[in-house]
T-cell receptor, first 115, second 109 residues
């Protein structure tokens, strides 16, 4: 596609349920990033993929969070047993090279609300 | 530690010039990004500075001083559409970019 796409755009879930967020990066982009943005705050780095491997998972807040990527395409971020503190916009970005010195192209985000 | 400071909000008048400052203290530093984010939208890339000095790109310029841990984004001939959040971000290496909380800029007529 022309840009990074994410689905769903909005997700409302009950506390304790699992959710799965999807990201389709720009075709040919080898690097993929997940960020979390709480209301009025900056972007919090979660995880980075180079191809389908994740060299850096240090930003994942807890073991309830996991992510995987199929080849150099779709990635899913899974949050198990959601908590209200997980409510945020989850942004995915991709870049052409593995180095973050190249600009990251962001998707529109998934707004997650945990009730 | 990782610390990026930028003002929370700024207000400026259409047609004027505004400077948004950013100071950073990060473990590792390779370069400094500026992104623009309109409300409810994804961030979009504005600039990336690696070397000290000013880089100009149309109405927007970005400055970096590595020795001072300081950067600024300069917006000239402000337009209403420039009302947005401006995110300062440090590329620390290891494929990690640390973002500041952003500066919300309000442009008034």
């Amino acid at each position: 596609g022309a840009g990074v796409s994410q689905s769903p755009s909005n997700k409302v879930t009950e506390k304790g349920k699992d959710v799965e967020l999807r990201c389709d990066p720009i075709s040919g982009h080898t690097a993929l990033y997940w960020y979390r943005q709480r209301l009025g705050q900056g972007l919090e780095f979660l995880i980075y993929f180079q191809g389908n491997s994740a060299p850096d998972k240090s930003g994942l807040p807890s073991d309830r969070f996991s992510a995987e990527r199929t080849g150099e395409s779709v990635s899913t971020l899974t949050i198990q047993r959601t908590q209200q503190e997980d409510s945020a916009v989850y942004l995915c970005a991709s870049s052409f090279e593995s180095s973050a010195t190249y600009e990251q192209y962001f998707g529109p985000g998934t707004r997650l609300t945990v009730t | 530690g990782q610390n990026i400071d930028q003002p929370t909000e700024m207000t400026a008048t259409e047609g004027a010039i505004v400077q948004i400052n950013c100071t950073y203290q990060t473990s590792g530093f390779n370069g400094l990004f500026w992104y623009q984010q309109h409300a409810g939208e994804a961030p979009t890339f504005l600039s990336y500075n690696v070397l000290d000095g000013l880089e100009e790109k149309g109405r927007f310029s970005s400055f970096l001083s590595r020795s001072k841990g300081y950067s600024y984004l300069l917006l000239k001939e402000l337009q209403m559409k420039d009302s947005a959040s401006y995110l300062c971000a440090s590329y620390t290496g290891g494929f990690k970019t640390i973002f500041g909380a952003g500066t919300r800029l309000f442009v008034k007529a």
